[in-house]
């Protein structure tokens, strides 16, 4: 299994996975002329993307996916609370209670935590390889961490600092509330606790995601997990950090 992190953050979202059979996109949050350009600088056809998964209905991750269905048709798995949310039009969408079996691909959504009517995180299943996919949560509830435990990545919501939100004159007070709460966002110290729980022997890779511009840095999120990793007696270094305006490198897992 392949993995790419398109784009992340509070203007747009999409990663990118490449199974044995299939090509998927996980939400599609930027433009598809974006989409298409990172794609392509991957060396990736856009044509071939077979499916896309939606997390939830916000802008910044389903801005994109009209404009690329209607040119190339890949079948779209997604809730029925999500499509009415973000008001889509899908022809012929597969809705997904808890899991998807595509040929040898194993795809199990499970419910995370936000400001909207549902949201769902993903596990993408490949033989011995598999993919945690969660961002947009308040809060991961406490009975998915069996099955969230030991996985081969992760890309994980690393949205801000908390003393940098709080002392930020941008944002009004019931914003940074709702940011806060357990149908906001994760902060650096709520993601570093999870994946200090999570990460196992079979890990390899961790990207941290949805970084806000203004209320956080690469540099604190990175220290935040590095410090839990050490506090808690985890040896792992193998930590990215994705971003807005530039994909990721490829992973191979």
Same mark, same amino acid.
């Given at each position: 299994?392949?993995?790419?992190?398109?784009?992340?953050?509070?203007?747009?979202?999409?990663?990118?996975?490449?199974?044995?059979?299939?090509?998927?996109?996980?939400?599609?949050?930027?433009?598809?002329?974006? =989409? $298409?350009?990172?794609?392509? *600088?991957?060396?990736?056809?856009?044509? !071939?993307?077979?499916?896309?998964?939606?997390? /939830? @209905?916000?802008?910044?991750?389903?801005?994109?996916?009209?404009?690329?269905?209607?040119?190339?048709?890949?079948?779209?798995?997604?809730?029925?609370?999500?499509?009415?949310?973000?008001?889509?039009?899908?022809?012929?969408?597969?809705?997904?209670?808890?899991?998807?079996?595509?040929?040898?691909?194993?795809?199990?959504?499970?419910?995370?935590?936000?400001?909207?009517?549902?949201?769902?995180?993903?596990? =993408? $299943?490949?033989?011995?390889? *598999?993919?945690?996919?969660?961002?947009? !949560?308040?809060?991961?509830?406490?009975?998915? /961490? @069996?099955?969230?435990?030991?996985?081969?990545?992760?890309?994980?919501?690393?949205?801000?600092?908390?003393?940098?939100?709080?002392?930020?004159?941008?944002?009004?007070?019931?914003?940074?509330?709702?940011?806060?709460?357990?149908?906001?966002?994760?902060?650096?110290?709520?993601?570093?606790?999870?994946?200090?729980?999570?990460?196992?022997?079979?890990?390899?890779?961790?990207?941290?995601?949805?970084?806000?511009?203004?209320?956080?840095?690469?540099?604190?999120?990175?220290?935040?997990? !590095?410090?839990?990793?050490?506090?808690?007696?985890?040896?792992?270094?193998?930590?990215?950090?994705?971003?807005?305006?530039?994909?990721?490198?490829?992973?191979?897992?």
């Amino acid at each position: 299994m392949k993995f790419c992190v398109l784009a992340s953050g509070s203007k747009g979202n999409t990663t990118y996975v490449e199974t044995k059979e299939h090509r998927i996109l996980i939400d599609a949050g930027i433009t598809c002329i974006n =989409i $298409e350009r990172r794609l392509k *600088s991957k060396d990736i056809d856009p044509a !071939t993307i077979d499916a896309i998964f939606i997390t /939830h @209905a916000h802008t910044d991750h389903v801005s994109g996916l009209p404009v690329f269905l209607k040119k190339y048709h890949p079948q779209v798995y997604i809730t029925q609370k999500i499509e009415k949310e973000a008001s889509l039009k899908l022809e012929s969408p597969i809705y997904i209670d808890q899991e998807v079996q595509l040929d040898s691909t194993h795809v199990i959504a499970f419910k995370t935590s936000h400001d909207t009517e549902d949201s769902n995180g993903y596990i =993408i $299943e490949e033989e011995n390889s *598999s993919l945690v996919y969660i961002t947009d !949560t308040g809060y991961v509830n406490e009975k998915n /961490h @069996a099955l969230l435990k030991n996985r081969s990545a992760y890309v994980f919501e690393s949205n801000h600092d908390v003393e940098k939100l709080m002392n930020n004159p941008n944002y009004p007070h019931q914003t940074k509330i709702r940011i806060l709460s357990d149908r906001g966002h994760l902060s650096n110290v709520d993601s570093a606790y999870y994946l200090a729980k999570f990460i196992g022997l079979k890990t390899k890779v961790v990207v941290l995601a949805h970084l806000s511009e203004q209320n956080n840095t690469p540099k604190m999120a990175y220290t935040s997990l !590095t410090k839990e990793l050490e506090d808690h007696q985890v040896d792992f270094h193998n930590i990215h950090i994705a971003s807005q305006n530039e994909p990721t490198e490829m992973f191979e897992i």
